[in-house]
């Protein structure tokens, strides 16, 4: 059997890992990590058991039990105590702490992927709306009231005499220039 037989299911590997990061620089014991492993259903009882009474140091290579200790360890490592901490304490390792920092930031990225979807799908739907509604809108006849058409052709005949003002003045200035006219 080789290390590639034993697989660490996703669920069970993310909780070790947050595990770690739990216990921080503080780190945790070999016993409390491998009681923890029995307790998100990676060891069993049995297994708990043999690596128990033996060495944490020790490697057996038909043990099935050391195979998924040496699993469980490199995700962990000693190099970063602290003064004052047992001599085998172990803290999640650098590599290890920053896969369970993608986890999380893959989380976060599919939640906001949910999130962004759920928008574009409403400002979809209200773009499908506005269109329905200002084609029916479109269609219906403009009614404008006495009282505006009124108005409308007030404002136009403003507009109009303001024009003939204009051309007028217009003409005046053309008939004070008449060598700069066209022949």
């Known amino acids: 059997m080789n290390n590639q037989d034993i697989s660490l299911p996703t669920d069970v590997f993310l909780k070790l890992l947050q595990f770690g990061q739990k216990n921080g620089l503080d780190g945790v014991s070999y016993e409390d990590l491998f009681e923890f492993g029995r307790d998100?259903?990676?060891?069993?009882?049995?297994?708990?058991?043999?690596?128990?009474?033996e060495n944490p140091h020790a490697w057996i290579p038909e043990s099935v039990a050391h195979k998924k200790k040496w699993n469980l360890i490199s995700i962990f490592e000693e190099s970063y105590r602290k003064?004052?901490?047992?001599?085998d304490n172990l803290v999640l390792s650098v590599?290890?702490?920053?896969k369970l920092l993608e986890h999380e930031e893959l989380v976060l990225a599919r939640e906001n992927a949910k999130s962004a979807r759920q928008f574009s799908i409403a400002a979809i739907a209200i773009s499908f709306i506005s269109l329905l509604v200002a084609l029916y809108f479109s269609n219906q006849p403009i009614r404008v009231a006495d009282k505006?058409?009124?108005g409308i052709v007030r404002q136009f005949e403003t507009q109009a005499e303001?024009?003939?003002?204009?051309?007028?003045r217009a003409e005046k200035i053309k008939s004070a220039f008449p060598h700069t006219q066209k022949k």
């Open 95 to 98: 590599d290890s702490y920053f």
């Open 83 to 87: 003064a004052g901490l047992p001599e």
């Open 162 to 168: 303001k024009l003939n003002v204009l051309i007028e």
């Open 40 to 53: 998100v259903g990676y060891f069993s009882e049995t297994e708990l058991n043999e690596l128990k009474s």
């Open 148 to 150: 505006q058409y009124e």
